[in-house]
């Protein structure tokens, strides 16, 4: 085919032509991990639909046999109405744009399909929540009004269209601009059967690190959704548990996504992310990347893969940068039993804030006479301006790192978290709850690295990957042959530079 | 409240201030929150003498308070948010401006993703997977961020050519972004993100003057 490349172990080309996700699918066939059957619309194809407009000639010919295919492995019909097959189409390029792409799920689900998939699974609103976010997701992603034809095929080629379509979106255009990223690559377009997260109760949904990203130790970290798809957990709109709840509620998906994390860290040599949705207990893995981590994470990372004789110490100061080495000493909240975190959110500004909670901007001012403030939000606008001058740390409950609390927060260098969904406010009392606890004055400390709000005054640290950076600084110097007192930075740079002439060994 | 006017009667002279000048300090602070009379100066543009009497008189009224300070701020008591919603309602609908705001209001939550994402891109670089402060040491980095924002700019402009063609008022906004732009170009980086006249505060303020005198809720 010309446009069109079947997802196995055997898919050859490079990111350049499938986007990277594909490689990443591809890598979990290979490993013989579960990942959906599917196939993966070319960036050529995508360059040709941004040149001329349309699709280009035989993609429609070309995505009827490959869907075709995928009836036949998965013993579907696609829009038929008995045994529906529903479809993803998601976005994936050579370079990596968050956030930026269209995702669409549940394509397919035609009335007659949505009609089958209920007297198939019996359970007509789980059917029709399903046909609803099909609805949603593809009006959200296509600009023109039209309604959502009643077609699978239509809706499985306007879906392509509205993922490559988002590649010029201007978010995209304006990110690839700032990070002098060029216009011309396009994404491919990966087309694959749904798994159901909100197929039951035994399904879910979730994103997995091997490793903690926040202090590098070695036990799986994330968020698991029962019950729900994956755009929720992305999104944050619905209220997401950690990982670790996955081991209780389903132990067999549980085991099973922690040899899958292990074998992928086998193959990178490295900490990895994986995207993962199980349907009526069976764990399929849908994206995964290595795991990118920094700062003190990195340092831990690296020197504990020299520990289990993944990598050498050579390799381990490679994958230390000089920026990860500025990270170390960031102050964060020490990983502890004993700390009551209250809600985790996405930490907006680096730093620790310790202080009494107010929920207004009126009450921080007032507080903060007499004692430092956690100013805790639903999300901020200009009104509340002067209270996160006055406050020391910041909190909401909504939005992502580009939102108003997080640009104002960095702007003052505050520490700040947000998107803690797990607040709950009370707009009649404009009092907040979490964990069961009422917040007003209470004393929280707040990481703006992890994204934790805390109860009280737990355990601060600045030296987080202190032992681990000690080691790797020795190997350093033992590289580098210069023991003298230097800062860090410099003991580092200068293995660096004895490691540069050696090449990637 | 130190100088309680001598006369209510006094509230809205016509030969000495703008007729509509107490409706525009009431609403500056509906859209910034607390603020000086300097700052409210450079949002509505009035005097800062007429802005005080102004002020003034709307604190006789019970629509605004005063907190001491250095400088002294000015804030919406609670009756003040409901007069304001009343009055800014009542001069959209005289203007026949609703559908015309409520079409340029959907304009701008477009663009309004954008203008996040290029703060954040100003404020935080990605390097080696991670994500570090811009400590705008890279000009060629900094220039290509400030290029996006003059482009956001003119398509930001003609959303606002279309608002203070509603309503005049509006007209504030074009003028401020306008100036934060040239400052931050000029080399006051503060003016992208940071300072109280930035093109995200500002950006900010006209987001919620658009839910404030739409009646909508965020």
Not at chain 1, 53 to 62: Q, V
Not at chain 2, 136 to 158: E, G, M, N, W
Not at chain 2, 180 to 196: F, I, M, N, P, S
Request: contains cysteine.
């Amino acid at each position: 085919m010309r446009w069109i490349r079947a997802l196995s172990a055997e898919t050859g080309e490079g990111a350049d032509t499938l986007g990277g996700k594909a490689l990443g699918l591809a890598l979990l066939h290979r490993l013989g991990l579960r990942t959906p059957a599917g196939f993966v619309v070319t960036t050529d194809a995508c360059r040709a639909f941004l040149r001329d407009g349309r699709l280009p000639d035989g993609l429609h010919d070309e995505l009827a046999a490959a869907v075709a295919g995928l009836e036949r492995a998965t013993g579907r019909a696609f829009g038929g109405p008995r045994q529906p097959l529903a479809v993803s189409v998601r976005s994936g390029a050579s370079v990596s744009m968050p956030g930026m792409m269209s995702t669409i799920l549940n394509l397919g689900l035609t009335t007659g399909a949505t009609a089958g998939l209920a007297a198939e699974t019996g359970d007509p609103a789980f059917a029709e929540d399903s046909r609803q976010r099909l609805l949603s997701s593809l009006a959200a992603a296509t600009t023109d009004d039209g309604s959502v034809p009643d077609d699978a095929n239509r809706q499985l080629e306007l879906a392509i269209e509205a993922v490559f379509s988002s590649w010029d979106a201007p978010r995209a255009r304006a990110y690839r601009a700032v990070h002098d990223l060029p216009h011309d690559l396009g994404t491919a377009a990966i087309v694959q059967p749904m798994v159901f997260g909100n197929r039951d109760d035994h399904s879910g949904t979730g994103v997995a690190f091997s490793r903690d990203p926040n202090t590098g130790e070695n036990a799986p970290y994330g968020e698991v959704l029962f019950g729900h798809q994956g755009e929720d957990v992305v999104s944050g709109a619905s209220m997401t548990r950690p990982l670790c709840a996955l081991a209780h509620r389903e132990p067999v998906v549980w085991t099973e996504l922690r040899d899958a994390l292990s074998r992928i860290e086998g193959h990178y040599r490295d900490a990895c992310y994986v995207e993962f949705t199980y349907q009526s207990g069976e764990l399929w893995l849908l994206q995964v990347r290595p795991g990118r981590f920094v700062g003190a994470a990195a340092v831990r990372l690296a020197t504990e893969l020299v520990d289990e004789r993944a990598i050498g110490r050579d390799e381990a100061l490679r994958r230390v940068s000089a920026e990860h080495l500025k990270h170390v000493r960031t102050p964060r909240i020490a990983s502890s039993e004993e700390t009551r975190v209250l809600a985790r959110g996405v930490g907006a500004c680096p730093g620790v804030a310790v202080g009494r909670v107010a929920t207004t901007p009126e009450r921080a001012v007032r507080m903060a006479r007499d004692t430092p403030v956690v100013l805790v939000r639903p999300e901020t606008s200009p009104h509340d301006m002067h209270g996160l001058v006055a406050a020391a740390g910041i909190v909401t409950a909504r939005g992502g790192p580009a939102s108003h609390a997080a640009v104002v927060a960095r702007a003052m260098g505050k520490p700040a978290v947000v998107g803690a969904a797990e607040l709950a406010f009370d707009s009649d009392t404009g009092t907040v709850t979490a964990d069961g606890l009422s917040l007003d004055d209470a004393l929280v400390t707040i990481d703006g690295t992890s994204g934790e709000v805390a109860l009280g005054r737990p355990r601060v640290v600045a030296d987080q990957a202190g032992g681990h950076l000690h080691r790797l600084l020795v190997w350093a110097d033992d590289i580098s042959g210069d023991h003298s007192e230097r800062s860090d930075s410099q003991r580092l740079a200068a293995a660096h530079a004895a490691l540069a002439p050696r090449g990637d060994t | 409240m130190n100088n309680p006017p001598e006369e209510e009667a006094n509230m809205y002279t016509p030969e000495t201030r703008t007729p509509d000048a107490a409706l525009l300090a009431l609403h500056a602070l509906r859209c910034v929150g607390a603020a000086s009379t300097a700052r409210l100066h450079g949002v509505t543009g009035l005097d800062e003498s007429d802005l005080a009497s102004e002020l003034i008189d709307l604190g006789a009224a019970g629509l605004v308070t005063r907190f001491p300070g250095e400088p002294p701020c000015w804030a919406l008591t609670d009756a003040g948010r409901v007069a304001d919603a009343e009055r800014i309602a009542h001069e959209l609908d005289s203007a026949g401006a609703r559908g015309a705001v409520e079409a340029a209001f959907g304009r701008f939550l477009v663009l309004n993703p954008e203008l996040l994402d290029l703060c954040r891109a100003w404020q935080l670089r990605d390097v080696d997977g991670g994500v570090s402060a811009n400590d705008h040491r890279d000009p060629a980095y900094d220039a290509r961020v400030l290029d996006r924002f003059a482009d956001l700019d003119r398509r930001a402009a003609s959303v606002c050519t279309e608002l203070s063609a509603a309503l005049p008022r509006f007209g504030r906004y074009r003028l401020r972004l306008a100036d934060a732009l040239d400052r931050a170009a000029a080399g006051e980086l503060e003016y992208v993100t940071d300072d109280l006249a930035s093109y995200h505060t500002v950006w900010a303020e006209l987001h919620e003057d658009l839910l404030a005198t739409l009646g909508k809720q965020r």
